[in-house]
């Protein structure tokens, strides 16, 4: 009762840091010259693709833990943030393009963060079917694990794409990038923080409903063998 209040009050905080975050971001943020009030699709687009990053670091993170010692609640944290992950790279993606529809004219033009971006996502698309591919619980957490290791290449990939090849992708505090005024920096940083927290109660939320089902399958599993 108690964890349940917490979480409560959690939540509620996150979710009155995010709408001050986006009415930051809304009303009191500064339009940008060049894309007027589009720009504010950047107050989204950036905390989403941070949270993607997030979520695939702790996803490869708890892979390696779980190829380490065995532990299937390494497997559950694991998959559990690779789903958060996708999720988030799918915002990314979509907010991506209305970005590029603002900036270039095109929602798509197979820039180098956007393709490596789009990589990085099918990837992890691939984890979830390898995943549902593999009946053997213990033989699909450990081939899982292994192909999340090899998988997360595609995330400093996609980091550093418009360092590695030529690239429209504005960057920040450079010469012909976005141009941040002070006050669209706090907008920005307050969205940062609005995303994670939210971040941080779905993920734990996420994890509770993927060790309710494990607990589930496995109770069924004995059942069906009692049975036989």
Same mark, same amino acid.
């Given at each position: #009762?108690?964890?349940?209040?917490?979480?409560d009050i959690f939540l509620g905080f996150a979710v009155i840091v995010s709408a001050l975050a986006i009415y930051f971001g809304l009303y009191i943020a500064p339009a940008k010259v060049e894309l007027g009030e589009l720009v504010r699709v950047f107050y989204l687009h950036l905390p989403q693709a941070i949270i993607c990053y997030l979520s695939l670091v702790i996803s490869v993170i708890t892979a390696i833990l779980f190829l380490v010692k065995k532990d299937p609640k390494y497997d559950a944290l694991s998959e559990t943030a690779a789903l958060l992950g996708l999720v988030y790279g799918a915002t990314t993606l979509l907010s991506g393009s209305i970005w590029a529809n603002a900036a270039w004219g095109v929602y798509w033009n197979w820039d180098p963060r956007e393709t490596t971006?789009?990589?990085?996502w099918l990837a992890y698309v691939g984890y979830f079917f390898l995943? #549902?591919?593999v009946e053997n619980p213990e033989r699909r957490a450990s081939v899982s694990a292994a192909y999340n290791?090899?998988?997360?290449?595609?995330v400093p990939l996609s980091y550093m794409s418009f360092i590695l090849w030529p690239?429209?992708?504005p960057r920040l505090g450079t010469e012909?990038?976005?141009?941040?005024?002070?006050? #669209?920096?706090?907008?920005?940083?307050?969205?940062?923080?609005?995303?994670?927290?939210?971040?941080i109660w779905i993920?734990?939320?996420a994890y509770g409903v993927r060790l309710r089902r494990d607990e589930f399958e496995r109770l069924l599993?004995?059942? #069906?063998r009692d049975a036989s």
């Open positions: #009762m108690d964890l349940k209040f917490r979480d971006t789009l990589i990085l995943r #549902m591919s290791v090899l998988s997360f290449l595609t690239s429209l992708h012909g990038g976005l141009g941040l005024t002070g006050t #669209m920096v706090q907008a920005l940083l307050l969205n940062i923080l609005g995303a994670l927290l939210v971040f993920f734990r939320k599993s004995e059942e #069906m």
